[in-house]
């Protein structure tokens, strides 16, 4: 397997960390908009020969597609920002590659009805070209980081193993990571974290399908394992809310964020005073005026979460809630995947959030290497058999738990 | 009487307004940094021959006491926010000028116990000039708008005709105005509301002399007349605290600012986040990596506050609570001056919070051009006698009112 890695920021670096310990692929080629990205991330591997740093601008398809025939990689994963999805991804099947990623295509609401209704949905983008690349034999499997991603395949082995009927599928992500010096450190970036909690939630539901709420709806008080606690959650939108219901039959599918009380009053409030926009406001600086996005600076003015590593603490839980019956009897389970900040510090460098949206790509990789996951068309992650994909992860050295409730 | 006023703002342009319906001057100069805004506000006065316009930066003190000379003027009222306090009271000493402002020079925090201690503070600059200008015999009236302005004016009256010893002189400041269509809209400039607001609020007691405190200090439910009703107040830095004790005895000296529970959050979340600086932050832009501060942001995604008053509803309320006693007996009283946006809009097409700084200055001229007031040195509106003040503003049409609590 080749690889075509575009993307080399904090998610990036921690899958070529990964890979790095992995034999499945001959080579990753890691390419970044900015050459001194990729280059530090491939020297910091020492002397494994499978590595190569490149530059692309992600939103040039041509130059993509390029890359791809030029290094001859069969598979290209994306660990850019959501705004790149589409490029790299037509990018991929122009020149026929398997295609990876871990956000999906953005939605837009409703026009006249945002909170009741769904507009463009997040990944519609993508599944509208479907069967594009059905035809082709070739997979593009969309979604496959932690959340969306692990969660994913976790519902798809709650399905499998562990439930005859589902009432309900509640994707549960909560954290206790402090920053040390910091007061307000988000430890993901800010600009899709307004991106995923400004947006109308989605929520699914059988009979009615996909729709929309207002932000930060049906806030609800989840208790997270080893050792986190009670987190307030509320509704945001979400991939798996897309993914799962088209796998999966549930008559109930929801994301909600453990974002705390403290950080919904901070959205709400760059909400109200329009900090969260992207469109360009004219501002007064010493060369004139110049136009930027509010939220660009609202970035700026924060630290940059991928430098935080060293000075964070404790633990991120990912994880599936499942409601519903088995053998007759009323079941109800959470499937969860909980890194130590001081783990994967040690172990690989890299801060807990971003080295666990890193790690389940790679075994994704590793399992379509092995062919134990193959297919074609655009799929989600609960389209393939989950129970291999967490015994490797397990061997990856990065165990999950469940809990029965 | 021949005045330079500088800045034509939403206050300078209400200064004109309120200065073209009386008779005490000969002539107004009314100068900006853009040109068009002094023609505009000129322009709007109609055939009124004693107004001219002309340009000038605020803060190029030569220029300024240059153009003071060319129009022959003898007093020049500063209009402009507070960072051009200084050149424009050195450029009207230079040339020999009255001068008077409506805000003082800025503080500095201390270096080390900033919420303790004060550093330098509010007009701490201009009164140390204060034996020079003595010396010529020229007068700085600092302080001159309706807070600090009209509320020290309110403490002179209670000293001289309502207490013969005074406990607490608390300036309480709120408001019921409300904007149509905006969420949140501010109605008065939101760089300076920052600046009071986020500085260390200072408080002045017998014996301790001036301290600082946390901002947003001392929250207290004030219960402000003419149907405004409650409002929770905070301590905020603010001139009156640092002029009413150089002139008046009063056991402590306060001022509260009634801005809600919502905008102190609102204010508290900008400083968490870092958007209050105003030293520049580096941001991407279509042109490339532009520095700017993000306060300036903050206000560039606002609504400009002068742009309101035709869709602001409500009044706004300024005054002086007194404690202490009078013939042996306990007495409270709270002097007011409440200005509503419908009636100062239908009058002079200003909204109410700028009509209402803009309406003190004007009266201070007219005592001055008469010989009522008369001074040399650098003093508060409490160093001369309140009553013919405020029974000019009554004349103004503009009366205030007393409640006793």
Not at 247 to 255: E, L, S
Not at 287 to 296: I, K, N, T, Y
Request: hydrophobic share 45%.
């Amino acid at each position: 397997m080749r690889v075509l890695l575009v993307g080399a920021g904090g998610v990036g670096t921690a899958i070529t960390r990964i890979a790095a310990r992995r034999a499945f692929f001959d080579t990753m080629v890691v390419a970044d908009y900015d050459p001194a990205r990729a280059e530090a991330a491939v020297t910091a591997l020492g002397d494994d020969g499978r590595f190569v740093a490149d530059t692309v601008d992600a939103g040039d398809e041509a130059a993509v597609a390029a890359l791809l025939a030029r290094h001859r990689c069969d598979v290209l994963l994306n660990a850019t920002d959501p705004r790149f999805v589409m490029p790299l991804f037509r990018a991929a099947r122009t020149a026929g590659a398997t295609y990876l990623d871990m956000a999906m295509s953005l939605s837009r609401p409703h026009p006249h009805r945002p909170y009741e209704e769904c507009g463009v949905k997040l990944g519609d983008e993508q599944f509208t070209q479907a069967a594009d690349w059905e035809k082709s034999g070739t997979l593009a499997l969309v979604g496959m980081g932690v959340e969306p991603g692990l969660s994913d395949v976790f519902a798809r082995y709650a399905a499998d193993e562990l439930f005859d009927d589902i009432e309900e599928i509640g994707i549960r992500d909560g954290a206790d990571l402090t920053v040390d010096g910091y007061d307000f450190a988000p430890s993901f970036s800010i600009w899709t974290t307004i991106e995923e909690c400004l947006n109308p939630p989605v929520v699914y539901e059988a009979g009615r399908g996909w729709f929309t709420t207002a932000p930060f709806s049906e806030p609800e008080v989840f208790d997270f394992p080893e050792g986190i606690g009670e987190v307030e959650c509320v509704n945001v939108e979400h991939e798996e809310v897309l993914l799962v219901p088209r796998w999966i039959d549930a008559r109930r599918v929801t994301f909600k964020y453990g974002l705390g009380r403290e950080f919904v009053e901070t959205l709400k409030t760059l909400h109200l005073l329009g900090l969260d926009r992207t469109d360009p406001v004219t501002v007064r600086s010493a060369g004139g005026p110049v136009a930027v996005s509010p939220r660009d600076v609202v970035a700026a003015c924060l630290p940059d979460p991928a430098t935080l590593g060293e000075r964070m603490r404790g633990k991120t839980c990912a994880g599936t809630w499942v409601r519903g019956s088995k053998g007759g009897a009323p079941r109800e389970v959470y499937l969860y995947h909980v890194v130590d900040n001081q783990w994967s510090m040690a172990e690989y460098g890299c801060q807990a959030v971003v080295w666990q949206t890193a790690v389940n790509p790679v075994v994704a990789l590793e399992l379509l290497a092995a062919g134990t996951w193959s297919g074609s068309g655009v799929l989600g992650p609960e389209a393939f058999p989950a129970r291999p994909f967490l015994d490797l992860l397990t061997a990856y050295g990065s165990p999950w738990g469940m809990r029965e409730q």
